[in-house]
């Protein structure tokens, strides 16, 4: 429980979440559309991770995020009492915003032709 509470203690990872809740997200969405970089954006995944918050999988060169299934089931009255305060963010709707445009972009591909 430490562990989970530790990693929900971060602005940068609640604001993850609020967009991983929604929807699963490749890494290089997740960076664009929160304005990070891939080392800060790997550290934060790296601890929800960690703290069983989330899940991941590879799909070709791509690593997806999920919200785990199992950290819901377990923490069922913590779950919905994230749902519900993490939209009180100063940077929700802007995060929200920007995730529907990136959605749309297709970064994946984009970053594919970069290299």
């Avoid at 929604?22 to 703290?51: D, F, G, P, Y």
């Avoid at 060169?61 to 923490?75: A, D, G």
């Avoid at 519900?84 to 984009?110: G, H, M, W």
């Amino acid at each position: 429980m430490i562990e989970i509470l530790k990693a929900l203690a971060d602005e940068t990872r609640l604001r993850i979440l609020a967009q991983i809740i929604k929807n699963e997200m490749c890494v290089c969405e997740i960076e664009e559309c929160l304005q990070l970089t891939q080392s800060n954006a790997s550290r934060h995944l790296t601890v929800l991770r960690r703290a069983g918050i989330l899940e991941s999988y590879k799909n070709a060169q791509w690593t997806y995020y999920k919200i785990s299934k199992e950290f819901i089931s377990e923490n069922k009255e913590l779950y919905d009492y994230i749902i519900k305060k993490i939209k009180q963010l100063p940077c929700y709707e802007t995060d929200c915003a920007n995730f529907d445009s990136c959605r749309n972009q297709d970064l994946c591909i984009q970053n594919i032709n970069l290299k």
